[in-house]
C-alpha cells in the first residue's frame, strides 16, 4: 500500500512495483490511507509524512491502534524530516525511513523484499 500525496510519485511507485510482481492500493490522504489499510491489511505500507489532511505520524498512530496495525509493516518515505522527527514522533527504527530523493529503485525494493 502506498499513502502518497502526489500523484506522479504514487503512480510511478505502483508501476516500478507492478514490473516486479507486487500489487498496490494508492491513498493520496491521510484518512483514506488509515481507512484502507484497516480494511485491506496490506503486507507493507508505505507512508508519506506530509499529507493534505492529516499527517504521516497521526496516519502511523490511527493503524497501530487497530488489531491489525499492531504489527503492520510501514516504511516512512520523507523529503522534509529528519531521523530525529521521525523518531521523536513515533516510534519507527531509522531503518524503516527513506528519505527522498535520496532513495533508488533498488534500495526501495531491497526494503520492499526484506520486509516481505
Known amino acids: ?6 500523484s506522479y510519485l504514487a503512480e510511478s511507485l ?15 490522504t491521510g484518512k483514506e490511507g488509515v481507512d484502507l489499510a484497516i480494511k485491506h491489511e496490506p503486507d507493507l505500507i508505505l507512508l508519506d509524512i506530509r499529507l493534505p489532511d492529516i499527517d504521516g505520524y497521526e496516519v502511523y498512530r490511527q493503524i497501530r491502534e487497530s488489531d491489525w ?13 529528519s531521523v530525529e522527527t ?6 519507527l527504527p531509522v531503518d524503516q525511513v527513506l ?17 516481505l
Open 14 to 28: 505502483v508501476d516500478m512495483l507492478s514490473i516486479h510482481d507486487h500489487t498496490a492500493i494508492v491513498a493520496p
Open 69 to 81: 496495525g499492531k504489527n503492520a509493516k510501514i516504511v516512512v518515505l520523507t523529503a522534509s524530516e
Open 1 to 6: 500500500m502506498i499513502i502518497e500525496d502526489s
Open 99 to 115: 528519505f527522498k530523493p535520496d532513495w533508488s529503485v533498488k534500495d526501495l525494493l531491497a526494503k520492499i523484499e526484506s520486509y
Open 86 to 91: 521521525i523518531s521523536k514522533n513515533i516510534d
